[in-house]
């Protein structure tokens, strides 16, 4: 379980594909007390550590994972948004994050505005129901406030800081992201169809 709040803007060290498909990633976290099999969300994706270094961490990724997020397009040098597994008594900044993502979206538009930046994001349809103005939503592993909902596009306004700390500094206009709705969302609108149904 993890929060939506960034602690660390990794890069791909590695991604390899001999047999299963291995990952590693550059990070300035202190890996000497990350443990293996600790989970670690990857850009909105929870994967377990199997391998580490000094500087990197190392992630095996399934081929369900590889099918349904971004994890296959990412290239030597891109950056990931890292964020350790929540603790109990741990402060919960953002909202509860899973880190198993429900879709790939886009980036359709990205407007400047002064030193904050508003995105449009188009969300794969069946994920549409869940997003409402206000909301939560986990955009590649952050934990964002939906502003304005059109149809299967929504947009969120990104401050400073979440430009400078998370891999939003460098996304563009058509670039993937991964989405995870809000769980309470989710089962709302579970409850909600058995009870209609």
């Known amino acids: 379980m993890f929060t939506g709040i960034t602690t660390d803007l990794g890069r791909v060290r590695s991604l390899t594909h001999q047999g299963e498909t291995r990952l590693n990633v550059l990070t300035c976290y202190d890996t000497g007390a990350v443990a293996i099999g600790s989970s670690v969300s990857c ?3 929870c994967l377990s550590v199997v ?7 190392g992630f095996d990724v399934s081929a369900e994972t590889l099918e349904r997020t ?3 397009k ?3 040098g891109d950056p990931v948004n890292l ?3 929540l603790r109990l008594g741990d402060e919960l900044g953002g909202h509860l994050v899973s880190g198993h993502v429900d879709g790939v979206g886009e980036i359709r538009e990205r407007v400047p505005e002064g030193t904050a930046a508003r995105m449009v ?3 794969p349809k069946n994920l549409s129901q869940f997003i409402a103005e206000k909301g939560s939503l986990s955009v590649d592993g952050v934990s ?6 059109r149809g299967h596009n929504f947009e969120v306004t990104l401050i400073p800081h979440t430009l400078r700390c998370t891999t939003f500094g460098e996304k563009q206009a058509g670039d993937q992201v991964n989405i995870e709705v809000d769980m309470i969302a ?9 009870r209609f149904a």
């Not at 964002?144 to 909902?149: E, I, R």
């Open 74 to 76: 990412w290239r030597v």
């Open 83 to 85: 964020e350790r597994a």
């Open 70 to 72: 971004t994890v296959a």
């Open 51 to 57: 391998d580490k270094g000094d500087d990197w961490l």
């Open 121 to 123: 994001f188009t969300a």
């Open 186 to 194: 989710r089962y709302v609108a579970r409850l909600m169809t058995e």
């Open 144 to 149: 964002l406030t939906v502003g304005k909902v």
């Open 43 to 45: 850009s909105g994706v």
